[in-house]
C-alpha cells in the first residue's frame, strides 16, 4: 500500500478482471468487497488519515473500483472486514463477537446482535489508540503518546527485541523468532498478551462478548500471544461476564478477510434494495426511470 492508490488499484482492477474472464460467458459480477488496512469513513468508503498509507487519505477508492468494474465497490476497515468473515463463516450463531487483529498495529472488529458495529463515523475498534500505563512516554506511529500501538504490535515487539541484541526488524521476524523457541520472543509476545488483555477486558464490560477472536501474525505465533491475554482477562473481568466467555485464536485465519470482503459483497446483493433494482432492471425495465 505504500506505493500509493493508483498503483495498488490499478494491479486490483487488471487482476480482478483477469481471474473473472473466464467465468464471464456464465456468470455475472454483481459487486465488489474491499478491506483497507486504516481508518475509513463508511458512508463514503474513503480512507482518512491511514498511518501505512501514504497518498491514500480520502482517495475515492469505491469510485475508482466501480468506474471500471461497473459493479459496486464495498470498501471497510480490514479488521471489520476479517470480523465479518470470522463471524459469517466460523461464529454464525453467535450474536455478540470481538475481533482483534494484533500484526504491524492493533485493531479491533465489533459484531454486535449479529451485525458489524462501525459507530458514527466508521471508527469503532480502533483499540491502537487507546492510552495504557506501559506506553507512557512512547511515541506511536501516530504521533501520540501513550497509545497501545506503540507497545503492543509487532514493529514494537521487533524493537525491544533489537534492543536486546537480536536481529529482528519486522512482524515476520517477531513471528519466525517465536515459532523457533526464542525465549525472549515469547516472553516479549506473552507480554503483549497482557497488555492488550487489559485493554480487552474494558471492552468486556462495555460490549459483553460472547468470543474473542484473536487473529493477524502476531496472534498466529503459536498461542503466547492468546495465553498472555487469556490471563488477564479470565483474572479481571467480572464473574459474570467471564463465566461463558470465549477467547480464541481466529478459525479463519488468513482467510478471514477474503471471506469477509465476500459476504460484504453478497448482504449488498441480496439486499432489498439490490433485489428491487435487479427485478426492475430484468424483469420490470418499463419500471425504470
Same mark, same amino acid.
Given at each position: 500500500?505504500?506505493? !500509493? ?116 463515523? !466508521?471508527?469503532? !475498534? ?13 511515541? !506511536? ?21 533489537? +534492543? ?11 513471528? +519466525? ?63 459474570? +461476564? ?19 470482503? +465476500? ?27
Amino acid at each position: 500500500v505504500s506505493e !500509493g492508490p493508483d498503483r495498488i488499484l490499478g494491479w486490483v482492477i487488471e487482476q480482478g478482471t483477469r481471474l473473472f474472464e473466464p467465468f464471464a460467458d456464465r456468470m455475472t459480477l454483481r459487486a465488489v468487497g474491499v478491506g483497507l488496512p486504516g481508518p475509513v469513513e463508511h458512508a463514503t468508503g474513503r480512507p482518512v488519515d491511514p498511518p501505512i498509507m501514504p497518498g491514500w487519505d480520502r482517495y475515492d477508492v469505491p469510485g475508482a473500483l466501480s468506474g471500471k468494474l461497473g459493479v459496486p465497490a464495498l470498501v471497510d476497515n480490514d479488521v471489520n472486514v476479517m470480523a465479518l468473515g470470522e463471524h459469517h463463516g466460523f461464529w454464525p450463531d453467535v450474536e455478540d463477537l470481538l475481533f482483534v487483529k494484533v500484526a504491524t498495529g492493533i485493531g479491533a472488529g465489533v459484531i454486535v446482535g449479529g451485525r458489524v458495529h462501525r459507530g458514527a463515523q !466508521g471508527i469503532a !475498534g480502533d483499540l491502537g489508540h487507546i492510552w495504557v500505563p506501559e506506553a507512557q512516554g512512547v511515541e !506511536g506511529r501516530c504521533g501520540s503518546i501513550g497509545c497501545l500501538e506503540a507497545v503492543a504490535p509487532g514493529p514494537a515487539i521487533a524493537a525491544r527485541l533489537r +534492543a536486546r541484541g537480536h536481529d529482528v526488524h519486522t512482524s515476520a521476524d517477531v513471528t +519466525a523468532s517465536v515459532l523457533r523457541g526464542d525465549v525472549d520472543a515469547v516472553r516479549e509476545v506473552r507480554e503483549a498478551g497482557r497488555i492488550i488483555g487489559r485493554v480487552l477486558t474494558t471492552c468486556v464490560s462495555l460490549i459483553n462478548p460472547a468470543v474473542i477472536a484473536l487473529g493477524g501474525s502476531i496472534a498466529n505465533a503459536g498461542d503466547h500471544l492468546l495465553a498472555g491475554a487469556r490471563e488477564v482477562i479470565y483474572t479481571r473481568a467480572t464473574p459474570l +461476564a467471564a463465566s461463558n466467555l470465549q477467547i480464541v485464536r481466529s478459525r479463519g485465519s488468513s482467510d478471514a478477510a477474503v471471506a469477509g470482503a +465476500a459476504a460484504m459483497a453478497i448482504q449488498h446483493v441480496l439486499s432489498v434494495d439490490s433485489v428491487e433494482a435487479l427485478l426492475r432492471e430484468d424483469v420490470f425495465p418499463w419500471m425504470q426511470v
